[in-house]
């Protein structure tokens, strides 16, 4: 079983920057894709970012394009979200995922985080 646990969340003015944390630990898979998501309050839950392992490959939602970066450290079983440029509607609930897969759709994402909340006022 693989545990994901989330750091870094906080309550931020608009323009700010926060780096979020995701540390998996238990059984370590050897080619994975680690990701972001968020949950804003009344919506649904929305991709943000994800990284292979290999190579680090990203891909992100084009609204985050320019102002937030994902990476990860393999050795320390570890992804961040650096976000910068904070905007009031980044405000919500944002969650780690990580998958056996290389390349998975939100479904397939096998390993879920708690959650962790970033709130931007104006």
């Known amino acids: 079983q693989v545990r994901l646990i989330e750091s870094g969340g906080g309550s931020v003015q608009a323009g700010d920057s926060l780096r979020l944390s995701c540390t998996a630990s238990g059984r370590t898979f050897s080619s994975s894709a680690m990701a972001w998501f968020r949950q804003a309050p009344g919506k649904e839950r929305e991709f943000v970012a994800n990284?292979?392992?290999?190579?680090?490959?990203?891909n992100y939602a084009e609204f985050v394009k320019g102002r937030f970066t994902i990476s990860r450290n393999n050795a320390a079983n570890t992804v961040y979200l650096q976000m910068n440029s904070l905007k009031p509607e980044d405000t919500a609930v944002y969650y780690c995922a990580a998958s056996v897969r290389t390349d998975p759709v939100e479904s397939q994402y096998e390993y879920w985080g708690q959650g962790t909340q970033v709130t931007v006022s104006s």
């Open positions: 990284i292979r392992r290999w190579l680090g490959i990203t």
